[in-house]
């Protein structure tokens, strides 16, 4: 059951990570990143009165945890922020293929503090999925190669950021916990998004997008966060039903899906994206989501 929820993650994330470069490229080329953020965290502000209502005891928890698990969804918020300056600069496909280390850092986070434990099959494809991250770190063309370091830099900085939550999240989320874990996640990611409109610059960037684009700017908003949303709380759900570093393992295909989703749309909707498939690049894409695929097959045995 945990691999259903593991695997609707990849797909629900390919789609909106491609939804994510659309926009940045759209509407936020020139602009302030950080005010994106603040659709997903109205998002999440919107589903808490229907977590209150549904689900009773949200508030039954001492201080400290609760801002333990806020701190998750801050962190969750800091890695997306990361994650979209990543993807300002890089292909999509790029950029999920340099995701995948995630179930590395999670594995060791884990292993310290949950004190969980991977067989050495699992490690070996732990180390073919970095050996994959490194192949997508470098850019070829014109006789160089040449270091993708501010994609890099910014995705591990995202990637800290990302295990560090799921490593809170999955402390606090037995599964009879999971909707209040949630609920503190997204009153931290709501935290989040207001002291983005703390600040008067980035609140005039938010209003004048809300009014230039009003529908353009919350359907597509508001689809793609609930795709993203969709994913998450599936990756989140397995969570609770099987080791953090498995359940990365798992969701470390999202690269293959937004490999072929990049390929498609450069192919069949080039108006919405376009990706470099020339047969140096597809080469080096291949190698690497090959690597990352098999790794996470390998990562996530018994």
């Given amino acids: 059951m945990w691999l259903f929820y593991a ?18 490229e759209k509407y936020f080329k020139h602009g302030s990143l950080a005010v994106s953020m603040v659709f ?24 400290f945890a609760i801002g333990v698990m806020i701190a998750s ?21 790029i950029v ?23 067989a050495i099959g699992q490690l070996l494809g732990g ?25 890099t830099m910014m995705m591990t900085a995202a990637i800290v950021c990302f295990a560090a939550s799921s490593l809170i999240f999955k402390y606090f989320a037995v599964p009879e916990l999971f909707w209040p874990a949630t609920f503190w996640t997204y009153v931290g990611e709501a935290l989040f998004g207001a002291g983005i409109l703390s600040f008067s610059s980035e609140r005039r960037i938010f209003m004048k997008l809300i009014k ?40 470390s295909t999202t690269p293959l899906m937004v490999f072929i989703f990049g390929i498609a749309i450069t192919i069949f909707f080039p108006r919405f994206g ?21 790794g996470a097959i390998l990562a996530g045995g018994s």
Avoid: C
């Fill in 127 to 151: 180390a073919m999925v970095v050996a994959g991250v490194f192949i997508a770190s470098f850019r070829f063309g014109g006789g160089k190669i040449k270091f993708r370091k501010r994609a």
């Fill in 212 to 251: 230039t684009n009003p529908k353009v700017m919350l359907t597509m908003n508001a689809v793609n966060e609930l795709v993203n949303l969709g994913g998450s709380l599936a990756a989140r759900y397995a969570l609770v039903l099987a080791p953090l570093a498995l359940v990365q393992a798992v969701t």
């Fill in 73 to 93: 969804g801050l962190l969750f918020m800091g890695g997306m922020t990361f994650y979209l300056y990543a993807l300002q600069t890089e292909e999509a496909s």
């Fill in 40 to 63: 997903t965290a109205i998002i999440g502000l919107l589903l808490l009165p229907f977590i209150v209502i549904f689900v009773p005891g949200v508030f039954n928890f001492a201080p």
């Fill in 7 to 24: 695997f609707s993650g990849p797909l629900a994330w390919a789609a909106s990570m491609h939804i994510d470069k659309f926009l940045l």
């Fill in 96 to 118: 999920g293929l340099l995701s995948p280390a995630g179930p590395i850092l999670a594995f060791v986070l884990a292993f310290f503090v949950l004190g969980e434990r991977l």
């Fill in 274 to 294: 376009r990706e470099n498939i020339s047969k140096t690049i597809l080469l080096q894409k291949s190698l690497a989501a090959a690597l990352v695929v098999v």
